[in-house]
């Protein structure tokens, strides 16, 4: 049984940091991409950043220059550091992790930026 927990989410005020973590357990072989997801209230989900198992990294222009992915293939896991915030950032943010034969999710941890 493959589990994916995330971590880290709060609230936070506008221009404040935020540092999300997601640990993948069970049993798994080779962890390709590695991703954050996230959804708005009231919106669709959408890619936050990617992170290749060699730590290539594509990010949404939205969050370019203030979020920053990052991952350890030994322990499993996937970080996702968020700088600078902004009220759009609220949303539930989920990891995704990408294997040979299927994708697995986490179950997401609300961000909220607000005054």
């Known amino acids: 049984q493959v589990q994916l927990v995330e971590s880290g989410g709060g609230f936070v005020q506008p221009g404040g940091s935020l540092r999300l973590s997601c640990v993948v357990s069970g049993s798994i072989f080779i962890i390709y991409n590695m991703d954050w997801y996230r959804q708005p209230p009231g919106k ?24 920053t992915i990052s991952r350890d293939n030994a322990k499993n896991t996937v970080d996702l550091q968020m700088k600078t915030l902004k009220p759009e950032d609220t949303a539930v943010y989920y990891c995704r992790a990408v294997t040979a034969i299927r994708a697995y999710w986490g179950e997401g941890t609300l961000v909220t930026v607000s005054s």
């Open 44 to 67: 669709e989900r959408e890619l936050v950043a990617t992170i290749t198992r060699s730590g290539n990294t594509v990010y949404a222009d939205s969050v370019k220059g203030r979020f």
